[in-house]
């Protein structure tokens, strides 16, 4: 089955240049084009999308509203000509940012991604987190050539190295690539903690920590600046609630 598209942006030039991609690309169909978010908000409410190219500035309603707007929004990957907008771009679980002028060859990495998060998926739900299990107890990578499962109790942390990650498990270490910010929306939040722009932790594996640092067994990572209260907030009121089971359980 073919990945229904649509496509909004007020720049006629930069429709045609995404719509000139995805005539190369068999698997993908271009359902529909808008010029702006109130058509899209229409067109996707009367049809089936699976993947939305979405500009963040046009004219009314912006690319980011559209998205907020949405219950059950279909994959997305913003292309835009502003930076700024990256970081709330992936908060909304987005596939991919693509800066104009996009070349073709950044193109199909962002195609690769959305195939990587949700191959084998039904695209028209909601948008949840990719590739877990039914049962949150696992999720599949692209690495090697092949989609691999991995075990989320075995990840001990996972590492960012520009544009690839490294899950650090007991036994050995994946390389695959992808922004560490699209992995942690693969991850459940009361599991995984992310304490530093380069790295995201098992909560379960951590064995001590203090107010800049966090050991799992024989290693040590830094806590950020910028995530320092957030991670240490977290922490602390885990370790009170297992202070209030073990008092009760007395």
């Known amino acids: 089955m073919k990945t229904a598209c649509l496509l909004v942006d007020d720049e006629p030039l930069a429709l045609e240049i995404i719509a000139s991609y995805l005539e190369k690309l ?5 359902v529909a084009t808008c010029k702006d978010a109130s058509s899209a908000f229409s067109t996707l409410r009367t049809r089936h999308i699976d993947l939305l190219f979405l500009d963040i500035h046009m004219p009314g309603l912006d690319g980011i509203s559209l998205l907020k707007s949405l219950h059950t929004p279909p994959a997305v990957i913003f292309t835009t000509a502003y930076r700024e907008y990256a970081i709330e771009s992936y908060e909304l679980q987005a596939v991919d940012y693509l800066m104009k002028p996009i070349s073709f060859e950044r193109f199909l990495k962002a195609i690769d991604r959305y195939y990587s998060l949700h191959q084998g998926q039904n695209h028209g739900g909601a948008f949840s987190q990719p590739n877990l299990t039914p049962a949150g107890e696992s999720i599949f990578i692209r690495t090697e050539r092949k989609m691999v499962k991995v075990l989320l109790n075995e990840i001990i942390y996972i590492e960012s190295l520009k544009d690839y990650i490294i899950i650090h498990l007991a036994a050995k270490k994946l390389i695959t690539k992808t922004a560490i910010g699209q992995i942690k929306i693969m991850l459940p939040e009361e599991k ?10 098992s909560v379960n594996k951590i064995t001590a920590y203090n107010s800049t640092d966090i050991e799992l067994g024989n290693t040590e990572l830094p806590i950020g600046r910028l995530y320092k209260n957030a991670v240490l907030r977290q922490l602390s009121g885990k ?8 008092r009760t359980s007395k």
């Open 239 to 246: 370790v009170a609630s297992l202070v209030s089971i073990s």
């Open 192 to 201: 995984f903690l992310r304490i530093h722009r380069s790295y995201i932790i």
């Open 26 to 30: 068999p698997d993908m169909d271009v």
